[in-house]
């Protein structure tokens, strides 16, 4: 069964830094590109990060470039988004979802979610 | 504000057909890239529900079927059942954001 699971999320205050990752099972994982996906309390879906099997191509929305960092070890099949100077509105459930079929493709699956609070 | 716009709510009663809209531009949707549709219900994470504009994974009912004119996409369910009560999210890519962008979501209640 394809699974992802994401952990460390947690509180923090503003200004702060905090690792996330995702424990990919049931897939190959070095051959698929991986993305970091947000939802704020309420609120709609925001992509945020996108990394490629090889690492070689990685984009970031507008709103994290600079402050995010994505990274992935294929030996350990895990994917990391390294946060630093959060931010109150970076406050949200951090999903990862791999990509699938042709061209920029569509995110199937999804993980469960981490929850990031950012907060004094 | 989200990049693709969707309605914020559609709601019908048991066994109707409903859609959803999903408007993009040039950059994205009219641009020719495609669209797809996700179902997330109450405390879950999204699942995907139409890919590549009009195609449903195993396991989707064929009540659910997406469709695209120009800058804009839809979803249409028909036949519609209380499990139908979610939030759907269309998403595509944007060549000028470079980056996938979602619609803001449309919460269906069945009455």
């Known amino acids: 069964e394809v699974q992802l699971v994401e952990s460390g999320g947690g509180l923090v205050k503003p200004g702060g830094s905090l690792r996330l990752s995702c424990a990919a099972s049931g897939f190959t994982f070095s051959t698929y590109n991986i993305n970091w996906v947000r939802q704020a309390p309420g609120k709609g879906l925001e992509w945020v990060s996108s990394i490629s099997g090889t690492s070689n191509y990685i984009y970031y929305a507008d709103s994290v470039k600079g402050r995010f960092t994505i990274s992935r070890d294929n030996a350990k099949n895990s994917l990391y988004l390294q946060m630093n100077s959060l931010r109150v509105e970076d406050t949200a459930l951090y999903y990862c979802?791999?990509?699938?079929?042709w061209g920029p493709g569509w995110f199937d699956p999804w993980g469960q979610g981490t929850r990031v609070t950012v907060s004094s | 504000q989200s990049v693709l716009t969707q309605p914020p709510s559609v709601s019908g009663a048991p066994g109707q057909r409903i859609t959803i809209s999903c408007t993009g531009s040039?950059?994205?949707?009219?641009?020719?890239?495609?669209v797809h549709w996700y179902q997330q219900l109450p405390g879950t994470a999204p699942k995907l529900l139409i890919y590549?504009?009009?195609n449903r994974p195993s396991g989707v009912p064929d009540r659910f079927s997406g469709s695209t004119s120009g800058s804009s996409a839809s979803l249409a369910i028909t036949g519609l059942q209380a499990e139908d009560e979610a939030d759907y999210y269309c998403q595509s890519y944007d060549s000028s954001l470079r980056g996938w962008v979602f619609g803001g979501g449309t919460k269906v209640t069945v009455l």
């Open positions: 040039s950059s994205n949707v009219g641009a020719d890239y495609d």
């Open positions: 590549g504009n009009t």
């Open positions: 979802a791999r990509s699938e079929g």
